[in-house]
């Protein structure tokens, strides 16, 4: 069974820093790309990171490029996202998601874990 | 970016009644396009890829159609499970990008 467990949210205080961890297991870890996903609190989906199986290949939405970085630790099974200089627009629920393409970037997540909630406030 | 446009916002729907939902995109993505559901607390579920393709373990009274800009998500006969909200996302481009969601709710 495919299972995404995040860590990590909490409150921050704007220009903080967090480090986002997602551990994941039922699969091989390695062959599949890996997302992360936000929604604002009473919001829509948003984009935020993705990288490839190998960790190789990351891009970022632009409103977080320079600010965030995506990374994986296949010999762990744990995905991250390291989250600098934050803003209140980040205050989100952040979700990691297992993309559904075998050693190929779809980006169409299958499995999303339960998300951890970042918010940024004074 | 690509923007994704879905409509309605929001619709009100009994029990057993049709219900199509539509997303449109601001230029082609060919068929790169799948359909979500989530309901409140709980995280996104995969219903359709690559526009038509029914997800693994989905009821088959969920289907997708459309190529191009133009795509609909039909539930043909609505279960009180289905009230959730239900979001598009192209994965042509990067960065994918979704739509603001359609909220189903019951009448």
């Known amino acids: 069974e495919v299972q995404l467990l995040e860590s990590g949210g909490g409150l921050v205080q704007p220009g903080g820093s967090l480090r986002l961890s997602c551990a994941a297991s039922?699969?091989?870890?390695?062959?599949?790309?890996m997302s992360w996903v936000r929604q604002a609190p009473g919001k829509g989906l948003e984009w935020v990171s993705a990288i490839s199986g190998s960790g190789d290949i990351t891009y970022s939405t632009d409103s977080v490029k320079g600010r965030f970085t995506i990374s994986r630790d296949n010999s762990k099974n744990t995905l991250y996202l390291q989250m600098n200089s934050l803003r209140a627009e980040d205050t989100a629920i952040y979700y990691c998601?297992?993309?559904?393409?075998?050693?190929?970037?779809?980006?169409?997540?299958?499995?999303w874990g339960q998300g951890t909630l970042v918010t940024v406030s004074s | 970016d690509i923007q994704m446009t879905q409509s309605p916002s929001s619709l009100s729907a009994s029990v057993g009644d049709r219900v199509t939902i539509t997303c449109r995109a601001s230029q082609s993505i060919s068929s790169y396009l799948s359909w979500y559901q989530q309901k409140p607390g709980k995280a996104p579920k995969l219903l359709i890829y690559?526009?038509?393709n029914l997800q693994s373990g989905v009821p088959s009274r969920f289907s997708g159609s459309g190529s191009g800009t133009d795509f609909t998500l039909t539930i043909s006969s609505l279960q009180p499970e289905d009230f959730a909200s239900y979001y598009c996302?192209?994965?042509?481009?990067?960065?994918?990008?979704f739509g603001q969601g359609t909220k189903i709710e019951i009448k």
């Open positions: 039922g699969f091989t870890f390695s062959s599949y790309a």
């Open positions: 996302q192209q994965s042509y481009t990067t960065p994918p990008t």
């Open positions: 690559a526009a038509s």
């Open positions: 998601a297992k993309d559904i393409g075998v050693r190929v970037t779809t980006d169409t997540p299958d499995y």
